[in-house]
């Protein structure tokens, strides 16, 4: 069984702290490979703005590279749009593979907005790494008091493979002020290098278009 953390997101674009808590993850938690799983569309963040999925994934390979991180756009094979279905199909597809969810501070303040957040909860052993400036919202969200019960000591985070779940370790990694928002910001027309890049998903086998 090879032990899998899954880091979900929009990758818009993919930077320097997507990797370090990648593999400060892979650290704390045992990991054998982390998976970035490049959405090609968040339902809670507008399709405006947002880079072509191509891209995305060509620069988020940039960002991995010679590090244990694969860079997939496999929902889009998938069909899947939701994490529960992303998750669910994944378990079918590679029953030979252990899989962690992974997300920051930031997600966990809005988790209760996913669809059927307690599924995912009851499906896969979540670690949150924390993020700075999300703390308190993190700490007051309804689906932190329903995961409250199930926190795991962080001194047990390599043993997540035998956690029933549900079950939720919080891991403190030092701030990291970086987030795609900024580098947008700076930079709106980042993806343009990338458009034109042909790119293999390492999952699926197929290119990306």
């Known amino acids: 069984m090879s032990r899998i953390g899954l880091l979900g997101g929009s990758f818009n674009p993919a930077h320097g702290g997507h990797r370090a808590i990648s593999l400060f993850a892979r650290d704390a938690l045992d990991l054998d490979e982390i998976w970035w799983l490049v959405s090609p569309g968040n339902p809670l963040k507008a399709a405006k703005g947002m880079a072509p999925l191509r891209a995305r994934v060509a620069h988020a390979r940039r960002i991995a590279r010679r590090a244990p991180i694969r860079v997939t756009a496999i929902e889009r094979q998938l069909g899947t749009r939701y994490t529960i279905d992303t998750l669910r199909s994944l378990r079918h597809r590679y029953p030979r593979h252990d899989f962690i969810w992974l997300m920051g501070g930031d997600n966990l303040a809005q988790f209760g907005q996913w669809r059927d957040w307690r599924g995912i ?89």
């Open 121 to 209: 909860a009851r499906l896969l052993p979540i670690a949150v790494i924390a993020r700075p400036g999300y703390d308190d919202a993190a700490r007051g969200s309804a689906a932190t008091s329903w995961l409250r019960r199930f926190v795991r000591p962080a001194r047990q985070s390599a043993d997540w493979t035998n956690w029933s779940v549900p079950a939720l370790v919080l891991l403190r990694f030092r701030p990291d002020p970086r987030s795609a928002t900024l580098l947008r910001q700076a930079d709106p027309l980042w993806h343009r290098e990338y458009e034109a890049t042909r790119v293999r998903d390492p999952l699926t086998r197929r290119y990306i278009v």
